[in-house]
């Protein structure tokens, strides 16, 4: 049922939004309207946060979580703008009488604003002919100013007073519709600019204060109630920074990277989210010494600090992943009325405007992976294992310096059952787990080969649902460091140690197969170059096989060829049925059950022994060729001929029978 009300809610504001709204804001009004109209006419549907006075228009998907900012939200029903309700009657019936801009602040919930434009004198001129736009705060916006600001300006209401209110308004009409994203409007104190902001969620800022009753129209203009007393800009956001004792390190940093030219540019908007200084303090020493450096790690730390766009605070109601100029992506959300980043409460000023965009104070650095080493971005992670291991056997070097190399990762799901002890054959392991070059998975390529530091060579696989490097299978996206990448696998790699014939004799398990393999004349295929799949039966399991068969050349080696593919799959490749064609012809079935490779529903008791001309995966069972595809088409014929037989013998008696009927019938 809330799927087809979803469905219903989808295509009914569709079609009145193509029709009706064309921008956001309009279009969340919409959406209210349709919430209310069971109402009454002219009736929308509200969402109060619990707890305050803040309530906002919404779209669908709002509507059904029921939350802002995590808090819970209470659903109202109020005249949308411009109505009125009548006595006895359902709904808002009735349009507001049109009245001045005067007149129109009393009725709108601003009457704090109409009471100082009469003190200020401002009343004639809002009273009589013309037309303008006032951008007027609401009752609970004078009272949440701070007393000495309050003081400062009704102490000297024909100066200061009317100078707040001036900056208020345009000397034209202007709704909604106009307001459009990141324009600036003259206002009538100076010149003054006034900042706009029309975000996708349609909600509509003025210096980052929210319209929250806008498009009320008047004789002489419109009025949109705010939230906030808003106050005139004129620095950029170099020049901010620039005046904040708490943004000294960060000043620093910005005139090391030469961003300074950036920030103070007036064709672009931009958020900055400003460290303090005590979020540089956090960071350990080494670290921040290593990346201020560096130009290229400084270049990208302080692009991470840097949102393509100018975010306020009140157009943020839900979380989204806004993309840095560094290229990553932030979590940019709120809890009650607070701003997180990436799910933490880390801004401790919000909302200070510039000529530019807006600057958030944050009290940690973010720092992007792409600033880090290949240590620090392993730690606290899902190879934190790995990275101490690595750390363990003394290969940390390679992990913290201006090495360009690939650590090929295990996650730390792999060490489940229980971590390695370092010693010297798993350091040497570990080696064969740094590739000597930085590289990106999704350029690798089925067959390529990787050196490593070690001086082993990695084989590339590349299959349908899985990319893997000798039996390890990439598990996650790469983590893109400074100056290294990691890459998060499934388990430890096992590099090859010979070719199939070699590690079949270095493993006292499959002397019995080795002896066969000799007996068939397949050793010499199986010392060749190739990509074979060996499903190696145990000795144990050779031992349930006749010495007939054992002892005649012919039909074992046809029995062998039938447990060797021709083409390299390990485990991990296989999360679905996979068909191998085996050197006897037939076809093989791999499949996977409970994270255990199965090959003909028979389990395989350890898989991925790697080989430089293949993988051997053991089997404690000896795998049975099925029959000739002509054989079992000569049986099927048989069976069809005697389904066929069986089938006429019935009807002829039942014929037989029936004739039998008619003359007592006629009788």
């Known amino acids: 049922t809330a799927g087809r009300i979803r469905f219903s809610c989808t295509v009914t504001l569709l079609v009145t939004f193509v029709s009706t709204a064309r921008y956001p804001y309009q279009q969340v009004l919409q959406h209210s309207r349709i919430r209310g109209r069971q109402q ?60 001045n801009i005067y007149e129109t602040l009393g009725i ?64 034209r009409r202007l709704l909604t519709d106009e307001l459009r ?158 701003l997180t980043l990436n799910g933490k409460s ?32 392993g730690k606290d992670s899902d190879v934190s294992t790995s990275i101490d291991l690595f750390t363990l056997a003394g290969l940390g070097s390679h992990l913290a310096v201006n090495e360009r190399v690939t650590v090929i990762a295990p996650h730390n799901n792999a060490f489940k059952d229980g971590i390695p002890i370092v010693e010297r054959e798993l350091t040497n392991l570990l080696r064969n ?18 050196d490593t530091v070690g001086g082993k060579k990695l084989r590339v696989f590349v299959y349908r649902n899985a ?23 499934d388990k430890l790699l096992t590099p090859p140690t010979g070719n199939v014939m070699d590690v079949l004799k270095a493993d006292n398990r499959f002397s019995k197969l080795v002896a ?36 005649n050349a012919k039909e074992l080696s046809n029995l062998l060829k039938y447990h060797i593919a021709d083409e390299i799959v390990v485990s991990g490749a296989v999360s679905q049925l996979v068909r191998l064609k085996s050197l006897q012809g037939e076809k093989l079935e791999a499949t996977s059950k409970n994270s255990t490779l199965q090959v003909n529903k028979s389990p395989v008791s350890q898989a991925d022994i790697m080989a430089t001309n293949g993988v051997i995966h053991a089997i404690n069972t000896v795998l049975q060729v099925p029959t000739k595809t002509s054989e079992r088409g000569d049986l099927l014929n048989l069976r069809q001929e005697a389904a066929y037989a069986k089938v006429y013998q019935r009807n002829a008696r039942l014929a037989h029978g029936q004739s039998k009927q008619v003359p007592r019938m006629k009788q």
């Open 108 to 171: 709108v919930g601003a009457a704090t604003t109409q009471l100082y434009s009469d003190r200020a004198n401002l009343r004639p001129e809002i009273e009589g002919p013309g037309s303008f736009t006032i951008f007027a705060p609401s009752n609970e916006a004078w009272a949440a100013l701070p007393a000495e600001i309050l003081d400062a300006l009704v102490s000297n209401v024909n100066i200061e007073l009317l100078n707040a209110l001036r900056y208020h308004m345009v000397d």
């Open 181 to 338: 994203h990141g324009i600036t409007l003259p206002s009538m104190y100076q010149n003054l600019d006034i900042h706009v902001h029309h975000y996708p969620n349609g909600i509509v800022t003025v210096n980052c204060a929210r319209l929250i009753r806008a498009d009320h129209h008047a004789t002489n203009g419109v009025v949109h109630v705010i939230d906030k007393v808003i106050t005139a800009v004129t620095n950029n956001i170099g020049q901010v920074v620039d005046t904040e004792d708490n943004l000294e390190t960060l000043r620093t940093a910005i005139a090391a990277s030469g961003l300074d030219t950036l920030l103070e540019t007036e064709d672009k908007e931009y958020t900055l989210l400003a460290p303090t200084n005590e979020a540089f303090e956090k960071i350990p020493q080494e670290t921040l010494t290593r990346i201020l450096g560096d130009p290229e790690a400084l270049k990208d730390l302080l692009h991470h600090h840097i949102l393509n766009n100018a975010q306020c605070s009140e157009a943020i109601i839900a979380g989204s992943s806004i993309e840095t100029l560094e290229g990553s992506s932030l979590e940019v959300g709120c809890l009650g009325d607070e």
């Open 467 to 489: 990319l893997c490097i000798e039996n390890s299978c990439i598990d996650a996206h790469d983590k893109k460091g400074r100056y290294g990448t990691l890459f998060v696998v």
């Open 346 to 377: 880390i801004i401790s000023k919000k909302d200070v405007l510039a000529t530019n965009g807006v600057v958030h104070f944050i009290d940690e650095l973010l720092i992007p992976d792409a600033a880090k080493t290949l240590t620090e971005l």
């Open 433 to 450: 787990h740094i590739i000597k070059d930085q590289l990106s998975s999704k350029y690798l390529y089925h067959g390529q080969v990787l």
């Open 516 to 551: 066969a393999i000799q007996t068939a004349g397949l050793t010499e295929t199986l010392n060749r170059e190739g990509s074979f799949t060996v499903f190696a039966p145990t000795d144990e399991a050779f031992s349930a096989l006749p010495r007939s068969v054992q002892s």
């Open 40 to 99: 009454g006419p002219n009736v929308c549907a509200v969402q109060k946060l619990a707890g305050t006075n803040k309530q906002y228009y919404t779209n669908c998907k709002q509507w059904y979580q029921r939350k802002i900012c995590g808090k819970a939200t209470i659903i109202s029903y109020e005249c949308c703008p411009g109505y009125e309700r009548v006595q006895g009657e359902k709904g808002c019936p009735a349009a507001l009488p049109l009245s």
